[in-house]
């Protein structure tokens, strides 16, 4: 099975290297030079240099004859298109394409996408499963039309870095649902302290969603 992975962040070059070692054939895309220097020490002659939301760059990386695209840049616009262009363009089989923001899933779905991944779905479904008497966060999953849920990665530069959460004013009707630190996943409570490296998942108004991205990550 030949599969094409684009987009070499944390993701894309985990997966890489995660199927290499299971015995797949892989060839990872990455537009930025610096990044490929990198990987090259790692994975050698399977990184292409390119846009791999240009048909081109799939064409160069052989997409006639994948059988897995799978797109997982931090931008779900080009994920969208590297997933369109293989499918329609190269007819690749099977599409799996990265949804940063979980408002875009169906969406992807419905533009024929075979399978979306949300990183935040599946914390929320997570955090369900830790606390399965909590209403609230059960009601969160189930995207009512007014809801925003915001991922946030925390650094140095973060105003609420080294704070306790019941420390921070956030936004009225705002709840901090997830905490994720490294693997580990923490359901959070006012005594928990936001360090650089965070990642924060939350729920708030769809018209405070900019405000509260604004405090998180200014």
Same mark, same amino acid.
Do not use: W
């Given at each position: 099975?030949? %599969?094409?992975?684009?987009? #070499? ?10 199927? +290499? ?30 846009? #791999?939301?240009?048909? @081109? ?24 298109? %590297?997933? $369109? ?54 009601? +969160?999953? =189930? ?10 990665? %925390? ?8 704070? @306790? %959460?019941?420390?921070?004013? =956030? ?10 630190? #490294? ?13 650089? #490296? ?9 018209? $405070? *969603?900019? *405000? +509260?991205?604004? +405090?998180?990550?200014?």
């Amino acid at each position: 099975m030949y %599969i094409i992975v684009v987009g #070499g962040g944390k993701v894309g070059f985990y997966l890489t290297k995660t199927l +290499l070692a299971e015995g797949y054939e892989v060839l990872l895309i990455e537009r930025n030079p610096n990044k490929i220097e990198g990987f090259e020490e790692q994975f050698g002659a399977v990184i292409l240099s390119g846009d #791999g939301a240009e048909a @081109q760059t799939l064409k160069t990386a052989g997409a006639a004859r994948a059988d897995v695209v799978i797109a997982v840049t931090g931008e779900d616009e080009d994920n969208l298109v %590297i997933c $369109q262009t293989a499918k329609q363009k190269f007819h690749v089989r099977k599409t799996i394409a990265r949804v940063n923001n979980p408002k875009n899933e169906s969406l992807f779905q419905m533009l024929g996408i075979d399978v979306t991944v949300s990183q935040t779905n599946h914390i929320l479904h997570l955090i369900e499963q830790s606390i399965p008497g909590n209403s609230f966060v059960h009601l +969160l999953s =189930l995207a009512h039309p007014d809801l925003a849920i915001v991922d946030a990665k %925390i650094d140095r530069s973060s105003p609420v870095a080294d704070m @306790q %959460i019941g420390r921070i004013s =956030l936004p009225t009707g705002c709840v901090i649902a997830a905490v994720i630190r #490294g693997s580990e996943l923490i359901v959070p409570n006012s005594t928990t302290e936001l360090i650089p #490296g965070d990642d924060v998942i939350a729920i708030t108004h769809r018209d $405070q *969603e900019d *405000e +509260l991205r604004a +405090l998180l990550v200014a």
